[in-house]
Structures are given as C-alpha cells and as structure tokens.
C-alpha cells in the first residue's frame, strides 16, 4: 500500500511538472502582448507577471540597470527595470526586437510624495549654490587641473539641475491637480521588472522558412 501511494505521489508529481511546462509554453508562444497591449491594461495586472514584445530604444549608461522597450509604428514605451543585481548589454540588446519576462510594477505619485521632493529640493537650495563650485574646485586644484573656466561650468550645471526639478515638482502637482478632478488622489508611473530576456533574431527568422515564431537568444537576468 505504501508503495502504491509513493507512485502515485511521483505520478502526480510528474503531471503537475508537465502541466507547468506546457503552460509556460503557451505563454511563451501564444500569449505574448504588444507594448501597446500591456501599456493599454497596466492598471489591472499590477504585480503579475506578463511577457511582452517590443523594439529596445535606450538603455541605461550607468550599469544598465534599465531599458526602455518601444512601438517604433506608435512611439508608445514602457520602462524595464533589470533588478537590483540585474544589468542589460546595450551591445546586444539596442536597436534590437526583444521578448520580456517580468513583473508589473506600479509607482504612485501622491501629495505626500511632492511634498518629500519640495522638502528636498529646499534643503539642497539651503546650502548655497556655491556648495557643489567649491567641492569641484577643490578636486581640480588638487589634481592640478583646475582653470577659471571650471567653476562657472559646474556652477551653470548645477543650476540648470535645479531648475529641472522645480520643473518637475510643478508639473507633479499640475497633473496630480488634473487627477484630482476626476477622483483620483495619485498618479500611476507603471514599469516591469525583468526575470528574463529573449533578443529576437531577425537574420534566422529571414533564412529559415519553417523555423518558429520566434528564434531567440535567452538570457536571465543576473
């Protein structure tokens, strides 16, 4: 009797490892969204894991910790965070088709939020502008390096940041006004976080008359 329970524990087992792949297929083949279509139903699928094609427009210079995935026919693009250890290679992926595996993520912009930034922003005006001048010129001098022309560089620089960011806090709260007026406390800025990229490789797909829908090189996000 015990060992009749134990095979059939192992045949279940199997079924359920079976059922998984096969549904793992189906939506590798079958259920892959355009950026439009995902873009079009973020609202409902926050926090569930979608798989998504698109072109690669830009990715990020500073470890390559994002990517933006776009329509080229519609311009409509979504933001692909890497994870916290994950990096894309713009070598492989920039200017290329690629299938996305990730997570939805929503961000909400609220009145708490706008007010942390102005906070921030008002600290930072606090110091001084010449705060960021001195410390550059600082490293030039020791450096050897420094010229007159340096500090006014930064100096312009700096300001130009801020003025970025007063921007942005105006334009937060117009928009959060706007929402407001349609009974909504909060703006939603939505993204996918990665688990797994597959780089399309339109060379195969061309040479290969029978080959299948997508012929791709798979990588995991690190």
């Not at 926050?46 to 933006?68: A, N, Q, W």
């Not at 007010?115 to 705060?131: M, P």
């Not at 299948?212 to 090189?217: F, L, S």
């Amino acid at each position: 009797m015990k060992k009749f329970l134990l095979i059939l524990s192992v045949v279940a087992f199997m079924v359920s490892c079976n059922s998984q792949k096969a549904n793992e297929e189906t939506v590798n083949e079958e259920n892959i969204m355009t950026v439009d279509e995902l873009q079009a139903n973020f609202e409902n699928l926050v926090d569930s894991l979608v798989v998504f094609k698109g072109e690669v427009d830009h990715v990020c210079k500073h470890g390559g910790t994002r990517m933006v995935v776009f329509n080229p026919e519609t311009d409509n693009s979504i933001h692909v965070e890497a994870g916290e250890s994950g990096n894309f290679r713009a070598d492989e992926v920039a200017n290329h088709e690629v299938i996305v595996y990730g997570k939805v993520l929503e961000m909400k912009v609220d009145d708490l939020y706008i007010e942390n930034l102005q906070a921030e922003l008002d600290e930072e005006l606090a110091k001084g502008d010449s705060t960021l001048v001195s410390e550059e010129a600082d490293k030039a001098k020791d450096a050897e390096h420094h010229d007159e022309g340096a500090a006014p560089h930064n100096d312009n620089k700096h300001k130009e940041e801020i003025e970025q960011r007063v921007n942005q806090i105006k334009n937060l709260k117009e928009k959060l006004a706007e929402l407001k007026a349609q009974g909504k406390n909060h703006i939603s800025y939505y993204s996918v976080e990665c688990t797994k990229y597959q780089v399309v490789d339109d060379a195969e797909e061309a040479t290969k008359d029978e080959a299948p829908a997508y012929e791709t090189e798979t990588h995991e996000a690190q």
